[in-house]
C-alpha cells in the first residue's frame, strides 16, 4: 500500500542553519496497517509526513502509495488519496462555514466535480448520521459555523472529515496532543473506530509511548531523521513502556526524564 524508499530531506542546506531532517528513511504499510510513530523534538516525525503529504519535497528517494508513485506529485493531488489531521485544532476546517459545508467540503475529496447542487437533502442526512458517531451532539448543531465549537469538537469533526471519504492513507498528527485528557481520550476513542472499520491505512504521530502502544499494531521509533526501533506482533505487545524509555536511551543517547513521549 505505502512504500517509502530511502527518502532524505535537508533544510537550509549549504547554510548555518542547515538541518538533516530525514536520511535514507525506509518504510512499507500495509493496506489496513496502524503505524505508531514516536520520538523526540527534531526526530523527522512530522518531516515524514509532510513529505509523504507533499508539503516538502524530497531531497532523494521515492514514494509510491497504493501503486502510484506520487513522490513529485504536488500537494493537491495528494490530498485526493491522503486525509490528515494536524495537531492545532484551527487546521483543518474552515472556520467561516458551516458544519455542514465542511463536511461536503470533505465528501467530495477525490469525487468527480459537476454542477450539481452543493448539499442535497440525502447528503444532509448522510452527515447528519455521521456525526452522530461522534457523540457530541454535533448532529444538532449541523448549521452553526465551526468557529463556534471548541477545540475537542472541531478536532473530533476533522477527523471524521479526514477518514469519511476512506482515504488511501490517513496522516495523524500528534492530533491529540493539544487537547485535555478527556476530549483526547474520546478523540483516540473515535480515531480507533474510523481506523479499524474503514480499514484505513494509518500513520500516527503521538507524543506519549503509552499511547503508541496501545493503539495501532506496529510501533515505529525515530531519532536524528532515521527509524531507530520497529516494533511489531508479540514483541510489540510484551514491550512496556519503562522498557522501551530504556531502548530509545541506550540508541540515542538522550536521557527522557522530562521528555513529553513521557506523558500519560
Known amino acids: 500500500m505505502l ?90 476546517t474552515a472556520f467561516d462555514m458551516t458544519i455542514a459545508e465542511n463536511l461536503a467540503i470533505a465528501w467530495a475529496r477525490g469525487k468527480p466535480h459537476g454542477l450539481s447542487p452543493g448539499i442535497t437533502r440525502p447528503d444532509k442526512a448522510l452527515f447528519r448520521e455521521q456525526l452522530a458517531l461522534l457523540g457530541l451532539d454535533l448532529e444538532e448543531r449541523i448549521n452553526q459555523k465551526v468557529k463556534l465549537l471548541s477545540g475537542g469538537q472541531r478536532q473530533a469533526l476533522t477527523l471524521l472529515m479526514a477518514t469519511m471519504g476512506r482515504p488511501k492513507l490517513l496522516l495523524l498528527d500528534e492530533h491529540t496532543a493539544s487537547l485535555d485528557p478527556a476530549i483526547a481520550k474520546k478523540v483516540l476513542h473515535l480515531t480507533r473506530k474510523f481506523v479499524s472499520e474503514e480499514k484505513l491505512t494509518t500513520i500516527m504521530i503521538t507524543h506519549n509511548m503509552k499511547a503508541a502502544l496501545e493503539y495501532g499494531s506496529r510501533t515505529i521509533m525515530m531519532h536524528e531523521g532515521q527509524i531507530i526501533l520497529d516494533l511489531s506482533g508479540e514483541e510489540r505487545a510484551e514491550m512496556t513502556v519503562e522498557r522501551l524509555v530504556k531502548y530509545f536511551e541506550s540508541r540515542s543517547g538522550v536521557q527522557l526524564e522530562n521528555d513529553r513521549l513521557l506523558l500519560s
Not at 4 to 12: A, G, P, Y
Open 3 to 92: 512504500k517509502i524508499n530511502m527518502i532524505s530531506k535537508t533544510f537550509d542546506r549549504g547554510s548555518v542553519n542547515e538541518k538533516k531532517a530525514l536520511h535514507q528513511v525506509s518504510l512499507s504499510l500495509d493496506e489496513g496497517e496502524f503505524v505508531t510513530v514516536i520520538g523526540g523534538n527534531g526526530a523527522g516525525k512530522s518531516t515524514l509526513l509532510n513529505c509523504i503529504s507533499g508539503v516538502h519535497p524530497v531531497d532523494e528517494g521515492s514514494i509510491i502509495l497504493d501503486g502510484t508513485d506520487i513522490t513529485f506529485s504536488p500537494e493537491y493531488k495528494r490530498s485526493r488519496l491522503i486525509g490528515r489531521v494536524f495537531q492545532n485544532p484551527l487546521l483543518g
